[in-house]
């Protein structure tokens, strides 16, 4: 299921950077931002290798069955689930908008899919050292503690005009969907359950990904779109990319299955 979807996903990229006229178009029809076509080319470019290691990563673990592939997988399962959840919420009419069902579709299920195919007898095996799991911990609760008060700032400020941001699916998505899954796990890894580390991993490969697309986005969208960069948003993103990127390669270093 996720190499198909790495494939469907690398097509909808690669045509969004290559394509000039995909976004344009419906920013024309009235339906995006300007400012959200330099948003969505800058996840495409994004995508492009994160569907390529998907792919990778598919083909091995029909070889080799690893653990860590595997969590690896529903993690980058989980960026194309945010990502292209955005594209479909948010209504985005381009030529592509049935494919971008396909992905969100395929990584809804993948994800689903692939948490109930963890045996009960097998996840206990799955352990972090205790200073991993505080580290992840203090993390998630970071992110908490920064952005849900600022995303209900936001949305309150929405709702005194009547009238939604052009990004509402992010505070949809963040505060309906990440937020709880991170609260999840930070409760999981607290009292120490094994499944919690299996989360963790994922939660982190995705984190990892969103938080590097979303980056790269905000320094690419001013050099693209001409309009003034926003360095609060820039040096947030950038920390959290940073983070989830050291956090990742230790959990990958660190994760046993004591089998």
């Not at 931002?33 to 969505?40: F, P, V, Y």
């Not at 980058?76 to 579709?105: D, E, H, K, M, R």
């Not at 409760?187 to 120490?192: A, E, G, I, S, T």
């Not at 919690?196 to 994922?202: E, K, M, R, T, Y």
């Amino acid at each position: 299921m996720t190499l198909i979807l790495s494939l469907m996903a690398l097509y909808a990229s690669l045509l969004g950077v290559l394509d000039e006229t995909l976004y344009k178009d419906v920013f024309l029809a009235g339906s995006l931002a300007e400012k959200l076509i330099a948003g969505s080319m800058a996840q495409d470019i994004i995508s492009i290798p994160a569907s390529l290691i998907l792919a990778f990563l598919s083909l091995s673990f029909m070889k080799h069955h690893g653990e860590k592939t595997f969590i690896a997988l529903l993690g980058l399962a989980g960026y194309f689930l945010y990502g292209y959840g955005l594209y479909t919420i948010q209504g985005q009419y381009s030529t592509l908008y049935l494919v971008y069902l396909g992905i969100f579709g395929l990584s809804l299920y993948s994800l689903i899919f692939g948490l109930l195919s963890f045996e009960p007898e097998s996840v206990k095996y799955y352990q972090l050292p205790r200073s991993l799991q505080t580290a992840i911990i203090i993390f998630m609760i970071l992110i908490l503690i920064v952005l849900v008060p600022l995303w209900i700032i936001f949305i309150n400020a929405d709702i005194a005009k009547h009238i939604p941001r052009d990004t509402y699916a992010v505070f949809l998505l963040d505060l309906c969907v990440v937020f709880p899954a991170f609260g999840i796990i930070i409760y999981q890894l607290l009292r120490n359950k094994p499944f919690g580390n299996i989360l963790a991993g994922v939660a982190l490969f995705k984190a990892g990904t969103l938080c590097l697309s979303v980056a790269f986005g905000e320094w690419f969208g001013p050099h693209y779109g001409g309009y003034e960069a926003n360095s609060f948003n820039i040096t947030l993103f950038g920390v959290l990319t940073a983070v989830s990127l050291v956090l990742t390669i230790l959990y990958i270093r660190k994760l046993r299955t004591l089998q």
